[in-house]
Nanobody, 125 residues
Framework: VQLQASGGGSVQTGGSLRLSCAAS????????MAWFRQAPEKEREFVAA????????YYTDSAKGRFTISRDNAKNTIYLQMNSLKPEDTAVYYC???????????????????WGQGTQVTVSS
């Protein structure tokens, strides 16, 4: 599986960005794709996940109500629409993919074997 993230940039507080993650080589069957982020000197943290087949979603509390994860199976792409951005959302955002279902392990970065290269999101106050 290869993942290519894009769409990062710099916005002011309250602004919006949409991240994209183009995937190739996704096998048929159960697969989960997710967004993580990592701020300087902090651990990589979970943001949101989506089942490739079925579309079930899962968000961290800080993302609920502001971020929306979605997928376009025809384009083999997932998206992260981020609204009402805050300075604390500043980080490098990574997409990740792993065979399986959404479980309690979905938010653990160690669960994923496939990672994109990351895209920088900067929110200024």
């Amino acid at each position: 599986v290869q993942l290519q993230a894009s769409g990062g940039g710099s916005v002011q507080t309250g602004g919006s960005l949409r991240l994209s993650c183009a995937a190739s080589g996704i096998p048929s069957g159960r697969f989960v794709m997710a967004w993580f982020r990592q701020a300087p000197e902090k651990e990589r943290e979970f943001v949101a996940a989506i089942r490739w087949n079925g579309g079930t979603t899962y968000y961290t509390d800080s993302a609920k109500g502001r971020f929306t994860i979605s997928r376009d199976n025809a384009k083999n792409t997932i998206y992260l629409q981020m609204n009402s951005l805050k300075p604390e959302d500043t980080a490098v955002y990574y997409c990740a993919a792993q065979a399986g279902l959404i479980t309690s392990s979905t938010s653990n970065p160690r669960y994923y074997n496939n990672w994109g290269q990351g895209t920088q999101v900067t929110v200024s106050s």
